[in-house]
């Protein structure tokens, strides 16, 4: 007797479709920036949560690395703290990267540990001060203007998470201190790079708000689904918004050594998957030049 709403050729289909993938990623380090709308959408932030306990079982080591921009401004906005941008990057007196540590660290990050632990698959948390994971030397806009406790990663060593990846799905906040242990807010994206770089990964996968890198921004018909990183680095002047830090990322990884960097659109669900397992893809795929 056939189970109603069983379609077995095709959700087979789909799981064969996946076997080269599987095979391919096995054993493999994948790091995912999570952000956007992935990450305030409570029904999507379950999905990512299932999806990434699912690349663990299937025998990807998988690293989480996360910003979470949008719930710092909110506590800021509840303390009635200024909230200012420069070239994307927020103005960080030493009150604003307090706050920062303790809504990255204490609330968004335990939030997607308990998430992930919810699904089969321990998680642990840490920072970029957790094991000396990071080293951040202070940044400055690019006009040169000081805009505080904003930083750069200067060193990575990933020993903590060769450790916790043994066992457990690291995920990482992305925050990190000076050699002097003043504690610096680094972009998440650049905090991905820097990870997949010194784990020596083989993508780093950034979930977003948009479709991947478009041509024209305003039509999502656009999107470059695959591209050298040459052409993205000749493309790189004429981008804007956030999507330039994220494209120099992507550039970054794979002078790094990082065999494919993606752009996913976050809003789609399982869109992690859909990236990884699917001959059809979604999103940007960058890989090194010819
Ligand atoms: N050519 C382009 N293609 C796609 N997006 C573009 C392009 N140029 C500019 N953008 C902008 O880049 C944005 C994506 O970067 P953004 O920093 O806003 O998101 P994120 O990095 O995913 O999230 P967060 O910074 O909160 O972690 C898009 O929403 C879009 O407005
Ligand atoms: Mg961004």
Known sequence: MKTPGIRPSRDVGTLLEALPYIREFHGRTIVVKYGGAA?????????????????????????????????????????????????????????????????????????????????GQAAVGLSGDDGNLFRAAKQLATGGQDIGFVGRIEKVDVDVLNHIAQDYIPVVASIAADADGASYNVNADEAATAVARAMGAYKVMFLTDV????????????????????????????????????????????????????????????????????????????????
């Open 39 to 119: 990450m305030t959408d409570p029904a999507l932030r379950e999905e990512f949560a299932r999806d990434v306990v699912l690349l663990k079982y299937v025998g990807l080591n998988v690293i989480v690395v996360h910003g979470g921009g949008p719930d710092i401004t909110k506590y800021m906005r509840r303390l009635d703290m200024e909230v200012e941008f420069v070239d994307g990057l927020r103005v960080s007196d030493a009150d604003t990267v307090e706050i920062a540590k303790m809504v990255l660290i204490g609330k968004v990050n335990k939030d997607i540990v308990l998430r992930i632990n919810r699904y």
């Open 211 to 290: 479709e991947g890198w478009m041509r024209d921004p305003a039509d999502p018909t656009s999107v470059i689904s695959e591209a050298h990183a040459d052409e993205v680095e000749a493309a790189l002047p004429s981008i804007s918004g956030g999507m330039r830090p994220k494209l120099q990322a992507c550039i970054d990884a794979i002078h790094g050594g990082v065999t494919f960097a993606h752009i996913v659109d976050g809003r789609v669900p399982h869109s992690l998957l859909l990236e990884l397992f699917t001959d059809a893809g979604i999103g940007t795929k960058i890989r090194a030049a010819r």
